[in-house]
């Protein structure tokens, strides 16, 4: 979008300073058209941008509306014209730095059609030899589209790796979580399984203080009719 906003207003200046020295490259009237191209590209890029549309959406426009505005400004031309290979092929590979195939093949199928409408229904352009033109387009297109081509399919590869690696790390996260609540659950039942057999073994020392308690009793009682059977022996002896 920024690109298109800054291309829109240089071609305004451009156009607005060689109409002050009667030297305009193309009319006011194609003009408007290429403004218009230029515009509309613009404003539908910021409402894709705002409602997040698919990035492939807005390299699909940018293709067509480059070649548009290119193939515009060579029919707009009445002279020789230098560079017209050049343009389609500055298009092409412009469109292969946003790496995606579908924007270069169909910047290079409608450049084809462009080049070949201007040839066709505007003869007075000078400088046109479709025969090596078009062979010279199609080989970079053929060459564009496969370095795209492997330069794509190197960062969907890498993507997926990332994602995999995301992916495995949030697996790992949640075993860990997993794996952590469990711990906590058996550092819990483990501290009411030793508060339970606390509670019993302070019962079982209880009762056998008990045990012992009422067994010395005995024991001293015992042993204290065993000292008054023996005085009363002796009492009875005398």
């Not at 292969?96 to 199928?109: C, D, M, P």
Request: charged content about 25%.
């Amino acid at each position: 979008a920024v690109f298109f906003s800054s291309l829109t207003i240089l071609s305004i200046l451009f156009q607005s300073i060689t109409d002050l020295f009667d030297h305009s490259f193309i009319s006011w009237d194609k003009f408007w058209v290429l403004l218009g191209i230029l515009a509309t590209t613009t404003v539908v890029m910021i409402l894709a941008i705002e409602k997040k549309r698919d990035s492939s959406f807005i390299k699909f426009l940018t293709s067509i509306s480059l070649v548009f505005s290119w193939t515009l400004l060579m029919c707009s031309s009445t002279g020789s014209i230098q560079g017209i290979t050049a343009g389609y092929i500055s298009i092409f590979i412009i469109m292969g730095l946003f790496r995606n195939i579908v924007a270069v093949l169909t910047a290079g199928i409608i450049g084809l059609l462009g080049y070949s409408y201007a040839y066709i229904f505007y003869p007075t352009i000078e400088g046109l030899n479709p025969t090596v033109d078009i062979a010279s387009l199609a080989a970079v297109l053929a060459v564009v589209t496969f370095v795209t081509y492997n330069i794509q399919r190197y960062f969907i590869d890498l993507t997926d790796a990332q994602e995999e690696a995301e992916m495995a790390k949030a697996v790992l996260e949640i075993k860990v979580r997993a794996r952590t609540r469990e711990l906590e659950e058996f550092s819990k039942n483990l501290e009411n399984i030793i508060e339970e057999r606390t509670e019993d073994l302070k019962k079982k020392v209880e009762d056998l203080e008990r045990f012992s308690r009422l067994t010395v009793g005995r024991e001293l009682r015992m042993i204290e009719l065993k000292k008054k059977l023996r005085e009363a022996e002796k009492r009875g002896g005398n």
